[in-house]
């Protein structure tokens, strides 16, 4: 690629994204912030011309629970784990909540915005590597994903799998239906298997936390022809860093958490690579003042890297596009 490229893409997902974790009673505050969230977003967007990909649930583009009905998949995913099926939640859902769970009038004034790329987050938030579902579970949620945003003149061109749950078997169903990038995994991207099993013993999770503020893996920005082989359809844009939320109890490590993804920008900006930035609206729906003040940092990081290096906001889709037409002349 000629410069480098930011990627934002946002797992837009409510309720339906940790419902199995959290009761609404423990987080109708925080849903009720998102229309918030999402109208600052959409400002400072403006602002700093910068494009999102709103990876959304499918259940969201309805109006209500009534209209949801004509989309649900003629199969769904027959968990083990019971307490992960979302279609468990539509009867309780009262009908002063349902604005909590069916976000339509959200969802249009995103895709009013030319900046902006809707993509799918699945229709059920489906989780693909739990057991009890199937491929064929999985198309037919894909394809209910695709047809209620169609209806609302939406062409969903690019997929993130619910909690990064990639499963390359099924990235054929993606490609089948129209899809033409999702988002991969870029963690810890180390040469060595030793260095891998060392990772696995400490604790993964907790690594990644604690790299998110100290450098561990490197920048993780990356050119897109090391993920991707010569004539993919479908292009892997795979996640840099996941913007974790203010945290007050680590408030005195803000600043390191903002600075290690500042930094990481700047080298992919230097080096004509792709950095790729995601988390979900609901994660700055609570402390919205102190997540907002760490992400117009980014921004106006953002803003020097486009005049000094030329580095270019990109939407899931168009990168995608932009990357095959680069492939064509190299």
């Not at 480098?4 to 925080?30: A, P, Y």
């Not at 003149?153 to 999702?182: A, H, M, W």
């Not at 953002?302 to 932009?322: A, D, P, R, V």
Request: proline share 2%.
């Amino acid at each position: 690629m000629r410069n480098g490229k930011f990627v934002i893409s946002l797992d837009f997902e409510s309720h339906w994204g940790f419902f199995d974790n959290t009761s609404l009673n423990d987080c109708r505050l925080q849903l009720t912030n998102i229309n918030t969230v999402i109208e600052k977003l959409l400002a400072l967007s403006k602002q700093y011309n910068v494009g999102i990909t709103f990876a959304t649930v499918g259940m969201m583009f309805a109006k209500n629970k009534n209209d949801i009905t004509q989309y649900l998949p003629k199969l769904k995913p027959n968990y083990n784990n019971n307490a992960l099926d979302a279609y468990n939640l539509l009867n309780g859902i009262t009908d002063e909540d349902q604005k909590l769970y069916f976000t339509q009038d959200l969802v249009n004034k995103i895709e009013q915005d030319p900046l902006h790329e809707i993509g799918t987050h699945t229709f059920c938030h489906y989780y693909c590597y739990e057991n009890g579902q199937t491929i064929e579970d999985f198309k037919e949620d894909l394809i209910s994903a695709v047809k209620v945003a169609k209806d609302l003149n939406i062409d969903t061109k690019s997929i993130v799998f619910p909690r990064n749950q990639v499963k390359e078997s099924y990235l054929g169903v993606c490609e089948e239906l129209g899809i033409e990038t999702y988002r991969g995994n870029c963690w810890f991207n180390f040469n060595s298997d030793r260095k891998k099993i060392a990772i696995k013993g400490f604790g993964l999770t907790i690594l990644r936390i604690i790299d998110s503020y100290l450098n561990i893996s490197g920048s993780n920005s990356f050119k897109l022809e090391d993920y991707n082989s010569k004539g993919a359809n479908l292009i892997n844009i795979p996640s840099s860093r996941f913007l974790r939320p203010y945290n007050s109890r680590l408030k005195l490590m803000e600043s390191l958490k903002i600075n290690r993804i500042k930094k990481a920008m700047t080298k992919a900006a230097k080096r004509n690579e792709t950095y790729h930035l995601w988390w979900h609206p609901h994660n700055f729906a609570n402390n919205i003042e102190e997540n907002f003040k760490n992400y117009i940092d980014i921004l106006q990081h953002y803003k020097k890297l486009n005049t000094k290096y030329n580095f270019e906001s990109i939407t899931m889709q168009k990168l995608g596009k932009e990357y095959k037409r680069f492939e064509l002349v190299i």
